[in-house]
């Protein structure tokens, strides 16, 4: 199970134009193979009267499923290249399709290749990519006394607080990386003196955004 993947930012489109011909590229995630054809039959629906409309995929965090489809261009010219920017940038859940407008003027393999690739290159620069951090919710519990000094100390910390829940005691709830809840129960054992309670909650993603 990985701690962390890379994937894209948000949705997006990004156009070029080479040699009078459109490349619109279309980026999104995609969490099943599913979500990806989905998302694929939406754009071709789009662009139907597009010359091509090639697309590529890759879902799982082992990158278990992997696709790419040339849809009418030679083989080995778009999908493949499409595919293999997302492997060379470590990308997974992400599903992109380029759509062709054909200018009048040939491209040869060699051209359709890098115009598939700069295409989607320069369409993931544009939407970001982000790193999702597994995380494990650590709610610490405690008695209202300890929540000044609980609630600073953990916004000043590296961990990133949740949510506060006001009852008959106070729940504070904070994400912690899956390899780092020993040493986060440890130090809230000891800023609280052992009157605070800390449990294991449910695993959710955080994400942060790359230069």
Request: with cysteine; net charge negative; aromatic share 8%.
């Given at each position: 199970?990985?701690t ?27 969490y ?6 989905s ?9 139907k009267?597009?010359?091509?409309n090639?697309s590529?995929?890759l879902?799982?965090e ?8 040339d ?6 010219t ?12 470590k990308?997974?859940n992400?599903v992109?399709?380029v759509?062709?407008?054909f ?6 393999a ?13 369409a ?5 990519v ?11 519990t ?32 904070t ?11 440890a130090w ?24």
């Amino acid at each position: 199970m990985l701690t962390s993947y890379y994937t894209v930012k948000q949705p997006g489109t990004h156009e070029i134009v080479i040699q009078k011909s459109r490349f619109i590229t279309f980026v999104r995630r995609a969490y099943t193979e599913e979500e990806a054809q989905s998302f694929i039959e939406e754009v071709k629906k789009e662009h139907k009267n597009a010359n091509h409309n090639c697309s590529a995929y890759l879902i799982g965090e082992q990158d278990h499923i992997q696709k790419a489809n040339d849809d009418g261009e030679p083989s080995g010219t778009a999908g493949v290249p499409m595919l293999d920017v997302l492997k060379k940038q470590k990308l997974k859940n992400t599903v992109v399709v380029v759509t062709r407008y054909f200018g009048g003027i040939k491209l040869g393999a060699g051209g359709l290749i890098r115009a598939y690739g700069s295409s989607v290159t320069e369409a993931i620069s544009a939407v970001g990519v982000v790193e999702r951090i597994r995380t494990q919710i650590m709610t610490v519990t405690a008695d209202y006394t300890l929540l000044g000094k609980l609630e600073n100390d953990i916004r000043r910390s590296s961990y990133q607080l949740k949510d506060i829940r006001y009852e008959e005691n106070v729940h504070i709830d904070t994400y912690v990386a899956a390899a780092e809840t020993e040493t986060f129960t440890a130090w809230i054992t000891e800023l609280s003196n052992g009157q605070a309670e800390v449990k294991e909650g449910n695993t959710a993603f955080l994400e942060r955004t790359l230069e």
